[in-house]
């Protein structure tokens, strides 16, 4: 197997212990040992490693940046490790169509940091949009703080160029903005986590930047009292282009890392940011202050240089805590749950309950704007009854979620960590579905192996 992969990659395929080790989880806690780590530089390549690995019965796991926190991209059946970071190029900027073509390796960031020059962006902003990759937040339909405004990746996916289990390349779309011919091919990838192909092209929509933002933040006296503020601005027709909730545990540890950070000393806080021209930003900043001043504790805005620092701070959240307890980590276990906006309130309030109810401490913080809450839970890792703990802490967490109509995952994915919970969220006749259409694509079964339930 070794020399065959050989042929197709040359030195851009590696078997030694320490590489394997390098490429055996993602940010989760899930882990196992590929037989092999691939580089491809392209399709042809990938299109090759997929003929041999199929007719071999080898299992193929795709990786982008290795960020995921649900173990997708952990090999738990060995076989191969595709590492699709190299093909990392911006193919093609056609923005006179509002549209982008570029390779899966190609991170966030950098993609933005290219449209800018020219007034456009790629709206899907996860906290780890410097260093995750295109193809994973395909993968994994990512979405982030803006998405309660511009949507998630699936809103602007085009089109894909996807290699098959058996080798052959299709593409899924067109680039055309609309179209009604047949089935989605394209959303059936999208979010589908490297179960049914591989990913090694993509034609993204990209929109024109916003003239201006404003962010208006305000301090309340409870969290559950912060999710009805949010309830409250989405009643009176304002749509923000984020919305963001920072518990007060999340507070103090924004200080503890930027003690000159302009937010309130105390409290649960919402941000709120608009964008647009200037008079409609300015006027729907006021308009959200108007709604939460009879609720808030404090309130105020910032536009321009002053937004810097607190989004800057807002996206070192999640590796931030260690500065609370230097003796505790941060696990990614129940940290992505989701309910419909009016259960806000009611999911707060339960975790607070589960959190207090096994003794471990918790961060709460999220894009509430579109009901998806992170709850950052952190352990001594040495201590085998704070894990058993943390577990529980975690199923009951899922378990709220699902018993309110939400989802265990809202933007990080099923993977390994979220797959027992599949069957109970979708149905057992939807999970068959999904099941029949990755048999119709993947029969041997060796597109990532047990995730997502299948």
Same mark, same amino acid.
């Given at each position: 197997?070794?020399?065959s992969l050989q042929e197709i990659a040359r030195d851009r395929v590696s078997s ?57 991209? =952990?090999?738990? !059946?060995? $076989? ?5 970071? %190299?093909?990392? &190029?911006?193919?093609?900027? +056609? /923005? #006179? ?41 395909? =993968?994994?339909? !990512?979405? $982030? ?5 511009? %949507?998630?990746? &699936?809103?602007?996916?085009? +089109? /894909? #160029? ?293």
């Open positions: 197997m070794l020399e030694s212990l320490a590489e394997r080790c390098c490429y055996s989880s993602d940010a989760s806690q899930i882990s196992g040992y590929p037989d092999f780590v691939v580089r491809p530089a392209n399709t042809g390549e990938v299109s090759r490693i997929m003929m041999l690995c199929n007719e071999r019965d080898v299992p193929v796991v795709a990786r982008g940046a290795g960020s995921g926190l649900a173990g997708g991209a =952990s090999p738990v !059946s060995g $076989g191969v490790v595709l590492d699709m970071s %190299g093909m990392n &190029r911006i193919l093609e900027m +056609d /923005l #006179e169509n509002l549209q982008v073509i570029v390779e899966p390796g190609v991170v966030a960031e950098k993609l933005n940091w290219a449209l800018e020059p020219h007034g456009f962006f790629f709206p899907p902003d996860p906290g780890s949009s410097s260093f995750c990759t295109i193809g994973g937040m395909i =993968s994994y339909n !990512s979405s $982030g703080m803006r998405s309660v405004k511009y %949507g998630t990746t &699936r809103s602007y996916v085009l +089109d /894909l #160029e996807v290699v098959l289990a058996d080798g052959r390349v299709i593409h899924t779309g067109s680039r055309n903005l609309k179209s009604a011919a047949g089935y989605d091919l394209t959303r059936l990838f999208v979010g589908a986590e490297g179960t049914l192909g591989i990913i090694t092209r993509a034609g993204l929509k990209v929109a024109p930047l916003p003239k201006e933002r404003r962010l208006v933040f305000a301090s309340f006296e409870s969290a559950e009292a912060a999710g009805q503020a949010v309830i409250a601005v989405f009643s009176q027709g304002i749509t923000p282009s984020a919305c963001e909730i920072l518990d007060r545990t999340t507070l103090k540890v924004l200080k503890l890392v930027d003690p000159e950070l302009v937010l309130p000393d105390d409290g649960d806080v919402i941000l709120f940011e608009v964008d647009g021209s200037g008079d409609s930003t300015a006027e729907a900043a006021e308009q959200i202050e108007k709604v939460c001043r009879p609720m808030a504790m404090t309130i105020r805005q910032a536009s321009g240089r002053q937004m810097v620092p607190i989004w800057a701070a807002r996206r070192l959240v999640g590796a931030a805590i260690s500065r609370l307890d230097p003796k505790k980590t941060r696990i990614y276990m129940g940290e992505d749950v989701g309910v419909p906006i009016k259960q806000i309130p009611a999911l707060i309030k339960r975790v607070q309950q589960i959190t207090a109810s096994v003794g471990i401490p918790a961060m709460k913080y999220g894009h509430i704007g579109d009901g998806n809450l992170h709850v950052a839970l952190f352990i001594d890792v040495n201590d085998p009854d704070q894990w058993d703990r943390l577990r529980t802490a975690a199923d009951r967490i899922h378990r709220a979620a699902l018993s309110l109509g939400g989802t265990v995952s809202s933007e990080h994915g099923i993977g390994l960590a979220r797959a027992d919970y599949m069957a109970e969220q979708v149905g057992e006749e939807s999970i068959n579905l999904m099941r029949a259409i990755k048999k119709a694509l993947d029969p041997r079964g060796i597109l990532n192996p047990g995730k997502m339930g299948l």
